[in-house]
Structures are given as C-alpha cells and as structure tokens.
C-alpha cells in the first residue's frame, strides 16, 4: 500500500517531478513532462504498476531524511542494526532527455542493500520488453523508453531488474534512468557523481536570488523551491501539482488531475514570485498567461496544458486501484469546460500587477485586457460554476462577481495610471454596478455576513479575499463580520474548510479535509483586521503541517491528522510565502504593496 502522503519528498528538473518514499521507493514519476503518462504509478495501485526501490534489504531501526540546504537534492538516511546507508535522489537540469540519478553510500558499518526497478508504461498498464545492450538494460513499450546504468548489474525477473549488494563504510553505488522516446538510439549516459554536484549548484546559484529575509525564511525559500520544482521551464507554465487522483478525502471520489495550469493561481503565483525577488520567472508566468488565453472571451478556459494545450478531455484508469483504495483514478479534468467569471478577474488583475510592478510590457497586453472587458460587460450576470469548479448547478456566486469588480477595477487602474486607451467612465459605471449588486444580492444583513451564492445562507471561504482584492476595506463591518463567520462555521481544529459540503450543491459526496490556502487567506485576512497574535498563531500552525522536508498538499484532515489532495500542491505553497510576507510587512494589504 502506498505511504501518508507526509512520507514522500519530491524531486524534479523543472519539466517532471518524482515523489520519493520514506522507505526508498520512487511511486510515482511521468516523463517526458508532468502530465505524460506515469511510468511508476504504484502511488495510485500497487508496486505492480510500477516503482524503483532503493534501500537496505534488512531490518530498518530509524529513517531521516533531508534537502541539501536550497536544492531540491534529497538524501535519506536509512540506520540498520548493522550500519547506515545514505540514499541521494535528484533529477539533474535537463539536457536532451531526462534524467533521475540514484546514489546508495554506506556512511559506517555494512549494509545489505536491495534494488528492484518494476517499469509499468501507461500508468500501470503496459509491461515493457526489457533487454540488455552494452551492459545497460532498456525497457521499451509503444513511444517509450527507460534505460538504466548502475554500478551493481541488475538480473532481470519477470520484466523487473534486481540488484542485491552489500556496501561498507565509504562505499558507493550508483543508477541513472534516463528516458528517450523509443524510436531513437540509447542515448550516452551523463556521469552520475557529477550530475548530482552540478544539481546541487544549480539549485543553490537558484535559490541565492531570493530576496525574502523575514522570520521565516526557510520555510518561504522552501515553497519557493517547490515553485520552480512545478513550473515547465520550457514554457514558463507552473502546474497545481504533479500528481493526479490523490483524494480529498480518504476512500472518497473527489480525486481530480492537477497537472495543469490555472489562471485561479495567477496573481496570487505573480506574487509571490516579484516578492521574493524572482523576476525572471514571474515574466515567464505573465507571457505563458498571454499565450494560453489568446483567442476570442468566450473561448476562455480556467485551466490549460503546461505549454498552453486547451483538450484536457477527462477518462478514468479503471486497472488502478487508486491511492489506498480511493477511485476513481482520473486523467485529465472535466472543469476545463466549465464558466467561470472569476477567471477574467484574475487575468486582468494578474496582467496589472504585473504592469505595476515593472515587469516588461507585452505589445498585446493591453489590447487583450480589453477584450476580455469588453466580453465580460455584456456576461458578468451570468450564473458560473465558481471557483471550486462545483459539478452541481451553476449559480450567481458572489466570490465570482466579486472578480469580475476587480477585473474592471484593474482596467480602470491600468488606463489612468498608465495612460492607456479605453472608456473609462463606462467603465466606473460598470463597476459601480456590480459593487452596488454584490453588497446587495451577495450579503446577509441577517448573518452579518457575505454568502456562497445570491440568495444563500451558506458560507465560502474564497469571501475572506474581499479585503485583499480591495473590494472593501478591512474595517468594513461586513468583512469584520464575514471573518467571523468563517472562523465559527467553516473551522475545524482552527483550519479553514472552502465550503461546507454536506450543505452546498456541488454535485458530490459531501467530505473533504480542510483546505489550506483557504486557512493562509484567514491568516491574512487576521493580518489587516490588525489581529496580528490570531494570524501569527494560525501560520505557525499551518507551518506545523509542513513534512519533514516542508513539503505541503492541498488539504489537511485534522481529525486524521493526515494530509489530503494531491501534493505537493503549488496553491498552498505560493499561500505559504504570500502569508509570510504579509506578516512580515503587516501596514498593508499585500496586493497594494510595491515590489522588488
């Protein structure tokens, strides 16, 4: 059975990632590209649809693990009654083809140690032709291929390859799995040691542009890392995660595939990358969000591919079992069709940020922004799905008209502090407008509070943003009143639920953890009520759950003590700095402040 989620670590090149175990095993890896198909899939089944082991074949007394200090370079330390072995993990900066590098180094006494490499092609459902070529073995099925180089030979079983060897003190065993597309010739291995001395300086010549020096920095640099871990250096794109199917819920059916990219994310990601003084990459993000949307309003979509594909047709994998038993296993995501107003809102608030932060002008910038206003002009009434993507009925939800306030606010703001064309007034009028309907249809005088949806009693915690996006002031009473209200209807162990699922239509079995970006937004939120101990209190908490490398997904079941969704999930990291800097400059709120 697969580990807690807290157990794996990951690893990645910028183009795909791998999820490591606790016990040594690599359970789930896609190349060429985050979203190709798994070659391990044993995270989602068992080791029969694929992983690569490495670890002492005897008894183990205690594991600890760690990133070599800024990298995204793992080693797990493995202590035997008979000695400790040190497994390195990393996927070095990509060349031609991709590479994972594995090295097992005895640091005292001997050690047994067992090596079992089982490639499943397909997400589990192909088993390849394994065979030998110059003393490397090569496992091959339709367009892909594996080859591997060790130090130890392997014997092939049954289509796994197998190594049992025994190290002492000092000394080391090394692998490279390099993958190439089948029709073309075994590429010429890279030297393993140095792949993994050049992974680490790249992280580390990586990581000293970080400009974040607060309280908190190595958490902060640590989500940093796991940003640039998702993002598709080819394109500039940053994936929600690199993972598919891992449930919201233990056993339940809320598994979705989150390796695409989300406009949902795109200011929140903007910021947190111009913040910490990642310039660079903030810039590719704006330009992959100006070539993913290019085309007609109405063709708009909440999601894309990582190079900016917009067919993300949704199936099942029915041969897998799903991670502990929770299906089904899906592949590609059904949300992509869905309405949502929000996704303008973010667009235009991501494009003007950007703008005002002195990131370089895009030619077709503005001309889209308006485009894209003059589209949402004659729709912004429309009912939507919202921003969780709920499968039930779409409805007036008040977070959306919120958004649609901001993406006409930001235009107004792009064209008188820029100077850029447009009809302005028009433009107040409209946004005038939709204040006056989301104060009146969105809030309950009765609860005190902003709701789900017109006409709602329910609760959202995406309305803990209203003070943030500037739609009121954090003073307001309603806003003082709508924190509240989330913090004594939608907490549970202090985190903060999106939604109640057994109260609102969303199409699904009710049951979720708590989401986490949403409890990061409830300590901003605290932050500009100038509550500054409650937000202090709760980012520490939310700190807590980080694992033991720092990693975080998307949800956490606090009666479980487990952590839920797929992982890690870029959303709850990108949250993690944005709250750190918000605490850390407390006099405003952050989407106001200048950036570095």
Not at 148 to 163: E, I, Q
Not at 188 to 205: G, L, M, N, Y
Not at 384 to 403: A, C, I, N, Y
Not at 454 to 468: C, F, V
Request: negative net charge; contains cysteine; aromatic residues 8%.
């Amino acid at each position: 059975m697969p580990l807690r989620l807290e157990d794996y670590a990951l690893i990645g090149d910028t183009q795909s990632a791998a999820l490591v175990g606790k016990d040594g095993s690599i359970d789930w890896l896609c190349l060429p590209r985050f979203d190709a198909d798994a070659c391990f899939a044993a995270l989602l089944g068992s080791e029969e649809n694929g992983r690569w082991l490495l670890a002492p074949s005897g008894g183990i007394r205690r594991v600890r693990r760690r990133y070599r200090p800024g990298t995204l370079v793992l080693e797990t330390d493995f202590e035997t009654d008979t000695g400790t072995l040190r497994v390195i993990d990393c996927m070095p900066p990509r060349g031609r083809e991709p590479d994972l590098v594995r090295e097992a180094v005895c640091l005292e006494g001997h050690v047994s140690v067992r090596m079992e490499l089982t490639i499943r092609f397909g997400y589990g459902s192909r088993t390849p032709w394994v065979h030998r070529i110059d003393g490397r073995f090569t496992a091959m099925a339709g367009p892909d291929a594996l080859t591997l180089c060790s130090d130890v030979p392997p014997r092939l079983d049954d289509s796994t390859l197998h190594a049992d060897f025994s190290l002492s003190a000092g000394q080391c065993a090394r692998f490279l799995l390099t993958w190439h597309p089948s029709h073309e010739p075994v590429p010429s291995p890279i030297d393993a040691a140095t792949a993994v001395q050049h992974t680490e300086a790249w992280w580390r010549e990586w990581s000293s542009h970080c400009t974040y020096d607060g309280p908190w920095r190595e958490q902060v640099l640590r989500s940093l890392i796991v940003l640039k871990a998702l993002t598709y250096s080819p394109t500039g794109g940053i994936v929600a995660a690199p993972t598919t199917s891992l449930p919201e819920a233990l056993g339940g059916v809320r598994n979705w595939d989150y390796r695409y990219c989300w406009l949902r994310d795109a200011t929140f990601t903007l910021l947190a990358l111009l913040n910490a003084g990642y310039r660079e990459e903030a810039q590719a993000w704006r330009d992959w969000l100006l070539r993913a949307v290019a085309g007609e309003p109405e063709e708009i979509q909440i999601m894309y591919g990582v190079a900016g594909e917009r067919r993300l047709t949704e199936q099942e994998l029915p041969w897998l079992s799903g991670y502990q038993g929770a299906s089904p296993v899906r592949l590609g995501n059904a949300a992509v069709c869905q309405f949502q107003l929000d996704v303008f809102g973010e667009v235009l608030d991501c494009l003007h940020l950007a703008r005002r932060s002195g990131v370089p002008p895009r030619e077709e910038g503005w001309g889209l922004q308006r485009h894209l206003l003059d589209f949402l002009e004659s729709n912004w009434e429309r009912t939507d799905e919202g921003l969780w993507e709920v499968r039930g009925p779409p409805q007036h939800f008040t977070h959306s008209k919120v958004m649609a306030w901001v993406a006409v606010d930001r235009a107004i703001k792009s064209a008188e502090q820029f100077g850029l064309p447009g009809p302005v007034a028009r433009w107040k009028a409209l946004r005038a407008r939709i204040h006056a309907q989301v104060c009146e249809r969105g809030y309950d005088a009765g609860r005190g509070s902003f709701v789900q949806a017109y006409g709602s009693k329910d609760l959202d915690a995406a309305l803990l943003l209203i003070p943030q996006l500037g739609f009121l002031p954090p003073g307001d009473p309603r806003v003082v009143g709508t924190v509240d209200a989330i913090q004594r209807e939608l907490c549970e162990g202090g985190l903060v639920r999106r939604y109640d699922t057994h109260r609102s239509e969303d199409g699904l079995p009710p049951g979720e953890g708590t989401f986490l970006a949403c409890s990061f937004w409830l300590a901003d939120a605290l932050t500009l009520l100038c509550r500054l101990d409650e937000a202090r209190t709760l980012f520490e908490r939310l700190l807590s759950l980080c694992n033991d490398v720092g990693l975080l997904a998307e949800e956490y079941d606090p009666r479980t003590k487990r952590q839920l969704g797929n992982f890690p999930q870029a959303f709850s990291h990108v949250a993690l700095i944005n709250t750190a800097q918000n605490l850390t400059s407390a006099s405003c709120p952050i989407t106001e402040r200048p950036h570095a």
